[in-house]
C-alpha cells in the first residue's frame, strides 16, 4: 500500500466515523512493510490534509461546479489529498500529484476518475510558484512563513477581515478565529497561524537520574540527528519530527518526549525526595514520571485518574524508565478511590481545549466547540478544588493546562479560590505559542 493510499484509508472515515487519525494510521503502519520514507509521506498528507482542511476546501470550491452536499465524502477528501500535495509539498512535481492522486480516485470508485482529473488541474492552474514574506487575499501561508501566491484573490483581505483571512488561510474554525482576533491583535493572531500550521518539532526531557542534557546531546548528534538544548535544563530540542523508537534513550528510558513548556508543571511543584505526592490526571504518565526523576525516585507518587485503560500509559511508562515510587490508582470523578491523608504537593493538569496546542494535536481544532468553555471549566474547577483538600498546610497545587483561554486558566482560579480562605497564588505563567514551544498555563497556589 503506497503513502497515499494509506493517508486516504485513514482520512476517507476520520471525519464520518469520529476516529482518531493518529491511532488508525499507526494500526495500519504496524501491519505493513513501509518504507521510512513511505512512512513520513504518509503522515505528512494525513496530518498536512486535517491541519489545513479549511485553506484546501476554499482552494478546491471555486473549481467545483455542484453543490458540496452532492459530492461524496470520500471523494472529497481526494481532493483535498491532491490539493495538499499541490499546494504544500514542494518538491513534487504537478503531474504526478495529480496523476498518483487520479489512479488513486479510480481504485476507489471507477467514475471519480475524471472529475478528481479536472477539478485538480485547475486547481495547479491556480497557483503560482512566486512568494511574499507579508500575508495578502492571494496569499497561502506555507510552513516556513512565507505565503504562495495564487493567480486570484482566494480569501478575504487580511487587514480588512482579519478573523476571516484566519479562518480560511490558517485553517481554523470560523468561531474561533473571530474569538481570538477579539483577544489577540492582527500580527499575534497570524503568528498563532504561523506556529500552529508548521511541522511540529520533537521535544525530549532527560532523565536526570539517568544522564544529563549535555550528554544525551552528544549522543543524540552522534546519530546523525539534529539537536540543541532547550530553555527548560531537561530539554532537548529536535529539528524536525523525530520517530520515538528512534530516539537514543528512549527505550533504555534515559528520555521522554515532552513539550518544554509541559516540562515546567512538575518542575513549579518542586516535589523534594521523601515526600507524598499526588498527580491527579496522571495518564499518560508524562509529568508523574518528571516528577519521580526529579525526586530521585524517593517517596511516594499517586498517579490517579478516572480511566483504568488510560493507565495503561502510566504503567507502560513507568516500567520503561524503571520507576519505583509511582503508584497508579484508578478513582471516580469524585475523588473517591484516592488513598486518605494529606499531600506534601499536588499536580492537577486538567483535561482541557487543548488551544494551546493545536499544531501537535491538530485533530482538535476541528472537535472543539464554543460549548466545551463552558462545561470544561466546570471539571477544571472541581478538579482544583479537590486538590486543594487535599494538600497540607505549607504544601504546593499546581495547576496546569495546555490551554490559552482565560476561562480555563485564570477564571477557574479564580473560582476555586473564591470559595475557601487560606490559599495564596504564588506564580502564574502563560505559555503564548511559540517557535520553541507550545501554549499552556501554570499557576502555582500555596496553602499558607
Known amino acids: 500500500m503506497s503513502a497515499r493510499e494509506l493517508a486516504y484509508v485513514v482520512l476517507k472515515d476520520w471525519k464520518p466515523k469520529g476516529t482518531f487519525a493518529g491511532d488508525r494510521l499507526e494500526a495500519l503502519l504496524r501491519r505493513r512493510e513501509v518504507s521510512p520514507q513511505d512512512r513520513r509521506l504518509a503522515m505528512e498528507l494525513v496530518?498536512?490534509?486535517?491541519?489545513r482542511q479549511a485553506t484546501l476546501d476554499t482552494l478546491i470550491a471555486p473549481h467545483v461546479s455542484r453543490p458540496r452536499r452532492d459530492v461524496e465524502v470520500p471523494l472529497w477528501m481526494l481532493l483535498r489529498l491532491g490539493t495538499y500535495q499541490l499546494t504544500f509539498l514542494s518538491g513534487m512535481a504537478d503531474h504526478a500529484a495529480v496523476n498518483e492522486t487520479v489512479e488513486l480516485a479510480k481504485r476507489a470508485n471507477v467514475r471519480w476518475g475524471g472529475f478528481v482529473n479536472a477539478v485538480l488541474r485547475k486547481v495547479a492552474g491556480s497557483l503560482t510558484d512566486d512568494v511574499l514574506s507579508t500575508p495578502t487575499a492571494d496569499g497561502i501561508p506555507l510552513a516556513d512563513g512565507r505565503f504562495r501566491l495564487a493567480t486570484s484573490k482566494v480569501f478575504p483581505e487580511p487587514d480588512e477581515d482579519p478573523a476571516g483571512?484566519?479562518?480560511?488561510?490558517?485553517?481554523?474554525?470560523?468561531?474561533?478565529?473571530?474569538?481570538?482576533?477579539?483577544?489577540?491583535?492582527?500580527?499575534?493572531?497570524?503568528?498563532?497561524?504561523k506556529h500552529f500550521d508548521a511541522p511540529p518539532r520533537t521535544t525530549i526531557r532527560v532523565n536526570r537520574?539517568?544522564?544529563?542534557?549535555?550528554?544525551?546531546?552528544?549522543?543524540?548528534?552522534a546519530a546523525g540527528l539534529k539537536a540543541k538544548p532547550g530553555t527548560h535544563p531537561d530539554a532537548i530540542r529536535f529539528a524536525?519530527?523525530?520517530?520515538?523508537?528512534?530516539?537514543?534513550?528512549?527505550?533504555?528510558?534515559?528520555?521522554?518526549?515532552?513539550?518544554?513548556?509541559?516540562?515546567?508543571?512538575?518542575?513549579?511543584?518542586?516535589?523534594?525526595?521523601?515526600?507524598?505526592?499526588?498527580?491527579?490526571?496522571?495518564?499518560?504518565?508524562?509529568?508523574s514520571t518528571h516528577l519521580a526523576e526529579i525526586m530521585n525516585d524517593v517517596g511516594e507518587i499517586i498517579a490517579a485518574d478516572v480511566s483504568n485503560e488510560r493507565l495503561k500509559r502510566v504503567r507502560?511508562?513507568?516500567?520503561?524508565?524503571?520507576?519505583?515510587?509511582?503508584?497508579?490508582?484508578?478513582?471516580?470523578?469524585?475523588?473517591?478511590?484516592?488513598?486518605?491523608?494529606?499531600?506534601?504537593?499536588v499536580l492537577v493538569d486538567v483535561p482541557c481545549s487543548n488551544t494551546g496546542v493545536l499544531g501537535k494535536r491538530p485533530e482538535a481544532r476541528w472537535r472543539i466547540?464554543?460549548?466545551?468553555?463552558?462545561?470544561?471549566?466546570?471539571?477544571?474547577?472541581?478538579?482544583?478544588?479537590l486538590a486543594l483538600d487535599r494538600v497540607r498546610s505549607g504544601g504546593r497545587v499546581v495547576y496546569s493546562t495546555c490551554s490559552i483561554e482565560p476561562e480555563e486558566n485564570e477564571q477557574v482560579v479564580q473560582a476555586a479560590l473564591?470559595?475557601?480562605?487560606?490559599?495564596?497564588?504564588?506564580?502564574?505563567?502563560l505559555h503564548h505559542p511559540g517557535d520553541s514551544a507550545d501554549g499552556g498555563f501554570q499557576v502555582v497556589i500555596v496553602k499558607e
Open 316 to 345: 507502560e511508562n513507568i516500567a520503561r524508565i524503571g520507576l519505583k515510587s509511582i503508584t497508579p490508582v484508578t478513582i471516580g470523578e469524585d475523588g473517591s478511590g484516592l488513598p486518605e491523608g494529606e499531600f506534601d504537593g
Open 165 to 193: 483571512y484566519f479562518a480560511e488561510a490558517f485553517s481554523f474554525p470560523n468561531w474561533l478565529a473571530k474569538r481570538w482576533a477579539e483577544r489577540f491583535d492582527v500580527e499575534d493572531l497570524f503568528r498563532l497561524g
Open 418 to 429: 473564591s470559595q475557601r480562605d487560606g490559599f495564596a497564588v504564588v506564580e502564574s505563567r
Open 240 to 287: 524536525d519530527s523525530t520517530r520515538v523508537d528512534e530516539l537514543p534513550g528512549f527505550a533504555s528510558g534515559q528520555v521522554t518526549v515532552q513539550d518544554e513548556t509541559a516540562m515546567y508543571a512538575a518542575t513549579l511543584l518542586e516535589p523534594k525526595a521523601g515526600q507524598r505526592v499526588l498527580d491527579l490526571c496522571a495518564a499518560p504518565g508524562t509529568k
Open 47 to 51: 496530518f498536512g490534509v486535517i491541519r
Open 209 to 221: 537520574t539517568k544522564s544529563t542534557a549535555a550528554q544525551m546531546l552528544q549522543e543524540i548528534r
Open 369 to 385: 466547540t464554543p460549548n466545551d468553555l463552558v462545561e470544561l471549566p466546570v471539571k477544571q474547577t472541581r478538579l482544583l478544588s
